[in-house]
């Protein structure tokens, strides 16, 4: 007890009351006398810095008379000042942007869309929190489209620059300046910008997607949700044929054979899935030709010699291997869809199906799953990265894809593929070489993901030194080589001239990938220019391979390496510019990364349209999720012509005919992917995504055919699940439903029925889409017709900052 009493009058003692600061944040630092005027005090007026002028914590809260709650603009308060470093200098925004600064202590839901209440007296401030954008972290399905604006209220903030910060003597400058002019950014300045992301679900049931194209883009169409919702009330058969619009958005092939269950593979099961030989030479023949080509991994005369031992031995099991087995499997499905069945079914006696290519993946998949090799081998690396290209191939397990990539990084790290093999006595000519091929094709895997994906890369050019292939042919390495085969000139053509072309620019590709995918973008704008210039200046360098005098199938490699290079670096410019385009409009600083998407845009959907007017085959080896992301950020570019701040940026209006061309881009991109779509499991609904928003964008530049565009849509979807449905009429994996609705052409009729124009015939391959193609999106809560397609995978995903 006398301890707890002594306790007790140490506590009586008194404490020297601390005085409350009563000056704004600016004059404290300066010791000046602050005349506590709001928002902003004479001195900070005068010098300049009236947007940085803040005050402590309480001071506002407890001078009502003072401020009006009114003249309280959110985001202002001691919540800027306290997350502002000193040496930064406090943060300003642009009034016109809508943007602000949050506190990072702020819960997600009680972000931008949240302004604080200046009558909530001193105690803990209330937040009038909007219901919509609360509802969109939850995950509802509709709550990204009920967000307005869809403005990233958090997006940019802007650092008080040196020449700013006046002396006193110095504070005689007229007030009525131009007060805009003290908001204008310069290239110099440190942003900070926290993009946009995408996720999925609630609690902990979630599924994220990073800042990348498509979460900047997508949430720059608020209307698409009336245009759809006008579509789907203007035509109820979309009601009728719901059933098998679902099995379409989910993939024909999603109860056989993607979930039926088979036995553990062997050695001996995997040989018996090989077809005959003709079938496995054209398609180790194509596979050569459009994917060794680009992603290297294996030595080409040694490969064909194992093909040739293991048809000798097919016959005695006890000597052929499964690992070889496996790969060859997956060397075939990775070159199916550059053939077509029938091709196929002429050198084949048995019959081929039309998922038999599906098959070998999932068999193969599930041998590699039940290996468990523990140790990382050349074999096994190729078996992986096969595996991922096949899965690539026909869409399946894309959400899985980035894990994949990272868990192939890892492995082959642990196998010190990532250093270079150089000084290390132990390891041959010839495997030094392959270990580089495989390194840089796995970064390349990689890299390629983290961008679709909008997450960052697993690795970085300082986590590895490992050199980039040699531009050799491979005739001219072998097991028994001693010397290393002397390094070509990039612009000579051998069997690894993309690889070694598409190297030069992985440091800076990995670079920006992983700079543009961080949570938060720190940089000054001249550090992107700066970025930019590097791609431009790989651009220019990308080697003119002249193939005048070659075969053809060599004339389509190198048209096919330099659309890929293009279209890689293309697509890393997008990732560049897109989110300081998207804030183009309100800020002139931005003017040119506008310009600069929508050329990287332009280079890739012409480069698609090249590609699919020179070969089928061609076109199907181009498309990817690149063609998705330019086909949007050129929608975008449409979307926002008539915006007044957009005319700043770039001028599409001042060159007739722009809008039309861009158009045309956008349906051969359109006509692509309906003939990728027929062959792969899944992908439909990305598909109807896109085509509803090109349909949206027509409407808006030509008014007065909206309800064509409308009905074009319908016709467009209907017509795809009819061309889809006969190409499987046959097929036992359709089941009881069958052909469903789509048996014998009835949509057609029931269209005709209704007054609206028929349906293409469903021979797709013989006849061009209609000039304006139309399409639907699909939000899961507007009923029958846009439930089908998933609409939360794209707008009913949070778009969190």
Known sequence: MEVIQAFGAQQDRPRKRRRRTMACTNCRLRKLRCD????????????????????????????????????????????TSARTKPEEGPAYSTPASGLRETRPEEPLSASASEPVSASDGPGPRRRHINRGFLETVLGAPKAAVDQDPYVNTDLLQRPRRVEFELPHSAQGIEENDDARSENLLSPSHRLAISP???????????????????????????????????????????????????????????RKPLNEPFPEPTTESLATLLPSRGVVDELIALYIAYVESTHRIFHIPSFLREVDDFWENRENPSVQSAPFVAQLLLVLACAWNFTSLASLQKKSPA???????????????????????????????????????????????????????????KSAMMAGYHRDPSKN??????????????????????LQVAIDRGMPPSIQSSDHDSLRPLNIDDEELDETTVESPRDRPVHEITDSSFATALARSLDLRLKTCALMHSPHINCRYEEIQRLDWEFNRHLSQIPSWSAANTDMITKEKVLLWNSLIKTKIAQSLLSLHTPFAIEAPREVLFSPSARARLDAAVMILSTQRLMHET????????????????????????????????????????????????????????????????????????????????????AQLWPVQETMYKQQVVERVLNFAQTLFSQHATC???????????????????????????????DFTSVLPPSSLGNMPSPGSFDPFLDVFDWDNWTGMALLT
């Open 36 to 79: 506590r005027e709001f928002p902003s005090c004479s001195r900070c007026r005068k010098s300049r810095s009236n947007t940085s002028c803040t005050y402590e914590d309480g001071f506002l809260w407890q001078q009502p008379a003072t401020v009006a709650p009114s003249a309280l603009p959110p985001g202002r308060g001691s919540s």
């Open 196 to 254: 946009r992301i995408m996720m999925r679900g609630r609690e902990t049931k979630t599924r994220f997607t990073g800042s990348g194209i498509i979460a900047n883009v997508v949430a720059q169409f608020p209307d698409i949700r009336a245009f759809a919702e006008d579509i789907r009330l203007s035509n109820p058969i979309m009601s009728q044929v719901r059933p098998d619009l679902e099995r379409v958005r989910r993939g024909l092939w999603k």
């Open 351 to 409: 019959p081929l199906k039309c998922h038999t290519a599906i098959e070998w993946v999932l068999h193969s998949e599930k041998w590699v799953h039940n290996a468990q090799i523990k140790r990382p081998q050349i074999s096994t690396l190729r078996l992986q990265i096969l595996l991922i290209m096949a899965r690539n191939a026909f869409g399946m397990k894309r959400s899985q894809a980035w894990l994949a990539t990272s868990t192939l990084v």
């Open 425 to 446: 006595s132990r390891i041959s000519v010839f495997n030094k070489e392959m270990r580089r091929r495989i390194w840089v094709t796995i970064l390349e895997l990689d």
């Open 615 to 698: 070969s089928p085959q061609l076109s199907l080896g181009m498309l990817g999720e690149w063609t998705m992301q330019a086909f949007m950020s050129v929608c975008q570019a449409l979307h926002n012509l008539d915006s007044g701040s957009q005319a700043s940026t770039f001028q599409l209006h001042a060159l007739p005919g722009l809008p039309d061309t861009l158009v045309s881009l956008l349906e051969t991109a359109l006509i692509a992917m309906e003939v990728n779509l027929l062959l792969v499991v899944k992908g439909a609904k990305d598909y109807f995504f896109l085509s509803t928003i090109e349909s949206l964008v027509k």
């Open 732 to 762: 036992e994996h359709l089941g009881e439903l069958g052909l469903g609705n789509f048996q014998e052409n009835q949509v057609a009729a029931s269209l005709a029925s209704q007054g609206m124009a028929p349906v293409v015939p469903a």
